[in-house]
């Protein structure tokens, strides 16, 4: 990398510090339009500054923020998108009891890992490209979403619309320590299964019955069944609910089920499981009825997503940064732009741990050189 472009970055290193501890001092929980507002408008000046043309929608019935941002409007054909999630996991007023803090090389806060810190590397690597002379030589999408903690629900159709105009997708979510990215997700989704049966008295009239929760035990254990690490197929029962009072027979029993998946191919097996279940009952005068789906396909890295790794691992390479890869059980919204067939590359963000905990952090003596290694893979890719 040029000169220009070291110094841009590393003389940024005190504003970038600065950046963290206002944006991770505005609570900005998935429910909380206006502080998610907040953040988008300080991103909105940013980089209104370096001539990005910048919308905030309100996407869906509650409204959401995202925030739409491009270089060079009235193309529709991006080098890369820029996608992040504006929105945490803690409720308003956390901030208040713990704001943003230093403790040697760690900083901390409400979603400083997760995923304050990694927008601001997006930010930064972007003002970095534009000081250099860089950014006009890409064409760039940013798409912030404000309710990735909530499943992306409004956001989804917005994010996969931009990343089928994407020629490759960077998600910044916390890179993890030791510069280990993000290639692989699993995907999954949620079933809720519910045994109907005959409420009776326990003691006088068992026979009058039919136990849903003896019926829905016996679902429960064929639902362990699917479990598979040999594909990476994991079916956690996680919540269940049956019966009103000890001495009545339960009409009713309810379980909720995780499902995730690491390969696509499962999506098809798993689903005719849940499809299934209704013809297996055991207990007579019990039935089931089965609701959910797999709605997250696996991010699964193809040939163009690993070449765009071995860029990245090169670029940290040059600076002298080891890096790696991982995959891991979480979902991301890196899983929806992924299925659209774009190459996506997960971790992209600040180097953090402890996500959706009180000890979340990230590494501040990551800043430079993930700035860096940003910058480096975007200048590589310039035509």
Known sequence: MSNPLFRAIEGQYDQFVSDLETIVNIDSSSDL???????????Q????????????????D???????????????????????????????????GRPFSISGNKAFGPGVCDMKGGLLVALHALEALHAAGLLNSLN???????DEETGSVASRPWICRLAQKSRRVFVFEPCRPGYRFVLCRKGGGWFHVTASGTAAHAGADPHKGANAVVELAHQVIAITGLNDSDTGTTA??????????INIIPALASASVDIR???????????????????????????????????????????????LWEIIRKTAENIGIETDYIATGGCSDGNFTSAEGTPTIDGMG??????????????????????????????????
């Open 140 to 146: 760039v999408c940013v798409g912030f979403n404000g």
């Open 261 to 307: 998946i690491e390969k696509r191919a499962q999506k098809e097996r798993v689903e005719t499981f849940f499809k299934d279940l209704p013809g297996n009952v055991t207990v007579p005068g019990v039935t089931v009825s089965v609701e959910g789906s797999i709605d997250r396909s696996p991010m699964e890295p193809d040939s163009d997503t690993m070449a």
């Open 350 to 383: 600040l180097v953090g741990s402890n996500s959706h905990r009180q000890d979340e952090y990230v590494e501040l003596d990551a800043v430079v050189p993930m700035v860096r290694i940003i910058t480096g893979v975007c200048r590589a890719i310039i035509k």
């Open 33 to 43: 339009i206006s502080g998610i507002e907040a953040v988008a408008a300080f991103f």
């Open 236 to 245: 956690q029962v996680t919540v269940m609910n049956g019966g009103d009072k």
């Open 45 to 60: 000046k940013r980089l209104a500054a370096l001539g990005f043309e910048v919308r905030i929608q309100h996407l869906g």
């Open 62 to 96: 509650a409204g959401v923020p995202c925030l739409e941002a491009v270089n060079k409007p009235g193309d529709d054909s991006f080098d890369v998108m820029f996608l992040g999630h504006m929105d945490t996991v803690f409720p308003p007023g956390e901030v208040a």
